[in-house]
């Protein structure tokens, strides 16, 4: 596997980065997780502006324009014959003392790792997932905005954890005032009276690459979207809930704490959803 670190392309091995890095002493720096389907990588442009936006709000000045960054993933690809998978673009606020100014690091350092991908298992697909709250709170925008895909994710870890302690793959985190915010790596929705409801960003939600394609894919059925906060009692009450990452794409979530939502199974607009997003996975995208 060749690694694209600093404009070099090096074999995994030789990938390395400093223990003086800040991406490691601090978690300071941003990444993207992005999709490549059939040679097509799933709206590059899309993470690449979500990518400059975070780095723009920890004031990281990336070290490279759009186009170079944009050139070097898809280059990261051919290099490892890669048409289907994963891809992570790392920036790292680089090199520095152990301090943590973030002023006395040289240059940032940017990694980017074309990989194989590891998805939810294929029968919550078609059965829905059993998903759980957890009492981790979403963190305050406030603190640290969720809208800035950081090196940070402690929050949403300590989120998986106690999932995955409450035996369930994923979990919805509420924000401190109560409200849902997301999931612990995806965004949610509701389908209510034959409306799709989900969390403003404002909520502390990621504002997801996948999720915005469900707001064309919306358009694109003709069904209603509103971004409402919604509580738990709008789960319990609603008749489909369906979650989105690039990790998961669209996945049905049919239970929440032991509770059936809806009828307990992957629901007819879920799987129009999920049935419109796979079909444009296929055409929309950055050729390799
Ligand atoms: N919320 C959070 C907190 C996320 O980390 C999403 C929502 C969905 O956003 P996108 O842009 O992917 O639709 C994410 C994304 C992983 C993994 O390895 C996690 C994400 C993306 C890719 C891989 O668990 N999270």
């Known amino acids: 596997m060749k690694i694209y670190l ?47 936006y975070s780095a723009k709000a920890i004031l990281l000045q990336l070290p490279m324009p759009r186009a170079e960054l944009s050139a070097a993933t898809c280059e990261c690809c051919r290099q490892n014959n890669l048409t289907d998978g994963y891809i992570r673009l790392v920036v790292t606020r680089g090199v520095g003392d152990l301090g943590l100014s973030p002023w006395l690091c040289a240059k940032p350092t940017v990694f980017i790792i074309a990989g194989k991908i590891s998805l939810y298992p294929a029968e919550h697909y078609e059965h829905g997932l059993s998903i759980v709250t957890v009492p981790t709170r979403r963190i305050n925008p406030a603190a640290l905005p969720p809208t800035i895909k950081s090196l940070n994710y402690l929050n949403n870890i300590l989120g998986k954890i106690e999932a995955r302690q409450a035996g369930a793959l994923e979990a919805i985190m509420l924000n401190d005032q109560g409200y849902v915010s997301e999931c612990t790596a995806d965004n949610i929705f509701l389908v209510h009276k034959g409306e799709i409801l989900t969390p403003a960003s404002s909520q502390g939600a ?6 915005s394609a469900i707001l064309d894919i919306s358009q694109e059925l003709g069904l209603p979207l509103r971004e409402v906060n919604l509580t738990r009692y709008d789960v319990w009450i609603a008749d489909e809930c369906f979650l989105t990452g690039t990790g998961a794409e669209v ?26 997003f796979r079909r444009r996975v296929l055409v929309e995208g950055t050729r390799i």
């Open 206 to 211: 990621l504002k997801g690459v996948t999720r």
């Open 6 to 52: 600093d404009g070099k392309f090096v074999d995994a091995n030789d990938a390395k980065v400093s223990v003086f890095d800040h991406g490691l002493l601090y978690g300071d720096g941003v990444f993207e997780g992005i999709r490549i389907y059939g040679g097509n990588i799933f709206r590059l442009e899309e993470h690449l502006e979500r990518l400059e």
């Open 251 to 276: 996945i049905p979530a049919v239970k929440l704490d032991g509770r059936e939502i809806g009828t307990g199974k992957p629901g007819p607009v879920t799987r129009r959803v999920l049935e419109a």
